[in-house]
């Protein structure tokens, strides 16, 4: 099965059981190392059994949507976590000498390595989505933790710290 057949079948899977109160219950034990056993045999024939990074990313996925299921199809992660920033925040968010709060927690996800440190450190900012009342695109979610490197850090970063368009300066 490729990538995104076995992503868009996953996605498909956690949209139908989404009112299973019970399969959310055992969903949500995959985000916790003790207990990912008990989401096993709900994500076993979607690649989310075991300790590698392609397990690990189906577990993450499939947990964080049991945890907060609500999801948008545009934006990328950046995008989502640059909306947890307060006003104040995102007027100083340009300014090297006062990075606030979700900026400092959004560098130091990106700086995280392949593997479980990115998953765990996603799964904080995805909770404090939920809080926020902001959705996720899990489908992006997926390829970026999938494919994390250089090239998934840069584009989450750009969406997060995107200038505002510039003025053309007059002369």
């Known amino acids: 099965m490729s990538i995104n057949k076995q992503r868009d079948a996953l996605l498909l ?7 299973g109160r019970a399969e959310m219950a055992s969903l949500r034990c995959a985000l916790v190392k003790s207990r990912r056993h008990r ?5 076993a024939r979607f690649g989310g059994i075991g300790d590698e990074h392609e397990n690990l990313v189906v577990q993450t996925i ?3 949507y049991a945890t907060h299921s609500m999801e ?8 989502a976590c640059r909306r947890l920033m307060s006003d104040d925040e995102s007027r100083k968010l ?3 000498k006062e ?3 979700v900026a400092h927690r959004f560098q130091h996800l990106l700086a995280a390595e392949r593997g479980s440190e990115i998953n765990e450190r996603v799964v904080r900012f995805v909770l404090r989505l939920k809080t ?6 899990y489908a992006d979610l997926y390829d970026g933790l999938l494919c994390w490197g250089d090239k998934i850090r840069n584009h989450w970063a750009g ?7 510039l003025e053309e300066a007059v002369i």
Do not use: M, Q, Y
Request: hydrophobic content about 50%; cysteine-free; overall charge negative.
């Open 13 to 19: 899977f956690l949209r139908r059981i989404k009112e």
């Open 39 to 43: 989401a096993w045999p709900l994500i």
């Open 62 to 64: 499939a947990g964080l």
């Open 72 to 79: 948008t199809v545009s934006g990328n992660f950046g995008d």
């Open 94 to 96: 340009f300014d090297p």
């Open 99 to 101: 990075i606030g709060p």
């Open 132 to 137: 926020a009342d902001i959705a996720v695109n």
């Open 159 to 165: 969406s997060f710290w995107h200038a505002p368009e």
